[in-house]
């Protein structure tokens, strides 16, 4: 018998990666275009196994109409999990998996893309030179060769980002509470703590979970321990930063420039195309009139390699379910 998934917050790259990997034609596949949230939980009826993204939510009311359901697979196509409650899962014995890896130079190419869109202002030159203004006031950058940039986490995808920049002849920094001493040596990577991480770089890119600790990680305190003119750059996960002080320090100047590819309240929001409508967060909409602000909408991810590693490890631990096999290693969270 087939098992029946049903996949939310589904976009058509999803349906192509997903149907194209391995053993997807043993899937009874059922593709929702809405995200998973206490109302659109009755979607899931009759399938065996859940499928969700970034942004759907799986709180404790979510996580129990699905195990009313019977469902018993709550398959994360993603890295993060902040977004389920782990110990209501672990509760209902509903098993959680997730994709403990996939391509990440995906995410730490998409740092340096938008570092450098942000730092030579390619984004402002795009926009000019369509209206033929070729003047180039204003878009002054700096050299990457030789600045410092920081690292905050050196787990795959940091690592990846702090080899690409000592690429460029940055001097590069990194804090982690479990320090990978032998690949700093070999990638000429040096420790520090987090407070001289702040105080020395030119750039600051996070690379951490999102989790009680994490939550804020970048807030006033942190925003003022940083070298003036700073540029900050998150893939992360939204809530590493506190918005309002970001704000506050963009518009003092204490911070140089920011490139975010998440934000804290962008569940609802990213993903979807509100161009018809009236935004009605008022802090994403300040950050947008930032010259020097660079938002892209959750996209870090998207290469075919990590779309086709992301449906590699979905659809074999769908299969798991339904044989009996192990789950792919590394995926269980619960
Ligand atoms: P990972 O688990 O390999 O590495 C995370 C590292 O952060 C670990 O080395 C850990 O020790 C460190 N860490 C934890 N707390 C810390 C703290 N307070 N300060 C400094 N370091 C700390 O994770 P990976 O694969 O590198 O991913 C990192 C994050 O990137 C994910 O948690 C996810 O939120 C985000 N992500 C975003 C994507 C996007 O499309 N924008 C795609 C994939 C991941």
Known sequence: MKTTVAVYDAKPFDRASLTAAEGAENIDWRFLEFRLDPNAAHAAVDAQAVCVFV???????????????????????????????????????????RVPVYSPYAVAEHVVA?????????????????????SLNGLVGFDLYGKTAGIVGTGKIGRITAQILRGFGMRVLAYDPYPSPEWAQQHGVEYVDAGALAAASDIVSLHVPLTPDTKYLIRRETLASMKRGAIIINVSRGALIDTTDLIEALKSGQIGGVGL???????????EDLSGQVLQDDELARLLTFPNVLITSHQAFLTQEALADIARTTVANLRALADGSPFVEGSVLT
């Not at 993603?78 to 782990?86: E, K, R, W």
């Not at 590819?261 to 993903?271: A, L, N, P, S």
């Open 55 to 97: 942004n759907d939510c799986a709180n404790r009311a979510v996580l129990e109409k699905l195990a009313e359901f019977d469902v018993r697979l709550l398959a994360l196509r993603c890295t993060g999990f902040n977004n389920v409650d782990l110990e209501a899962a672990k509760e209902l014995g509903l098993t959680v998996t």
């Open 114 to 134: 938008l570092l450098l869109a942000l730092n030579r202002k390619i984004h402002r030159a795009f926009n000019r030179v369509r209206e033929l203004n070729f």
């Open 261 to 271: 590819d998440v934000y804290e309240e962008e569940e609802g929001i990213f993903f």
